[in-house]
Structure formats: C-alpha cells, structure tokens
C-alpha cells in the first residue's frame, strides 16, 4: 500500500467527536503507534460548537491508508 502524501490532516467535529478521538490516540494501540509518528492539535472554531483536531505526520515519518483505516475502525469503539 502506498505511503500517504499529505502531511497535515484535520478534522472538524462535534466536542464528543474530538474527545473520542483524542481518547483513541492515548489508550487503542493503533492510537499510541500514529501518535509515535505525529503531532497532535486541537482547539475550537469560533462558533463555539465544531471542534477540530490537526494530525501533521512528522519528518521522516509515513503512514499508509492502511495505517488510517485500522485506527477510524477502533477508534468508532470511542466514540458516544
């Protein structure tokens, strides 16, 4: 599987959302590999209501579409 390209990935969800994300990041062992392999932000729109959280892979780091799939399927276990 090829490696991915972009290095900065962001998503924009509800609190319970991010915090479920947030909650796979330290916890799911696909979790703690991609944190080993990126840095992590999050913080808050404006609105007040949509979350966001920032994955930029570091240098000379990859990650595969595999690595990305296996992490959303356990990290739905997180989710409310």
Do not use: H, P
């Amino acid at each position: 599987m090829e490696d991915i390209e972009r290095k900065t990935v962001k998503i924009t969800a509800q609190q319970n959302i991010i915090k479920g994300i947030q909650e796979a990041m330290k916890s799911n062992i696909y979790g703690i590999a991609l944190l080993m392999k990126m840095d992590i932000e999050t913080g808050c729109e404006a609105d007040g209501y949509n979350y966001w959280i920032r994955f930029t892979i570091k240098d000379n780091e990859t990650l595969t579409a595999k690595d990305w799939f296996w992490f959303g399927y356990f990290t739905r276990e997180y989710i409310d």
